[in-house]
């Protein structure tokens, strides 16, 4: 059984040494994988419109809109139509405030 148990453990050894240990990290010999260059830019960030405009064409939209934001507000609001809470008057009279103490 002794002679079982050393010839085992003398079998794992050898397999052990056969194997390759990994290089040392601290070995400037040490065999390196190439690093793989990835542009940040390939592609456009999540978020961001993928279609083009031609600068022209983008000036004669804000063209259309002479006062600026105010405008704009406008256009939107008249494409919407009226909302339910400015389509409901608001009461005639205000309430006073109620103090409770």
Do not use: C
């Not at 390196?32 to 940040?40: D, K, R, W």
């Not at 600026?68 to 608001?90: C, F, K, L, M, R």
């Amino acid at each position: 059984m002794k002679n079982l148990l050393a010839l085992a453990l003398l079998a794992g050894a050898s397999m052990a040494s056969a194997q390759s240990q990994p290089p040392s990290a601290a070995d400037p010999a040490a065999p390196a994988a190439t690093p793989v260059y990835a542009s940040v830019f390939s592609g456009p960030p999540a978020g961001v419109e993928r279609a083009s405009t031609r600068w022209q064409d983008a000036h004669a939209a804000v063209a259309r809109f002479p006062r600026g934001h105010a405008d704009i507000v406008a256009a939107e609001a008249a494409q919407q139509g009226p909302t339910p809470a400015a389509a409901t008057p608001a009461p005639a009279t205000p309430t006073a405030p109620s103090h409770h103490h």
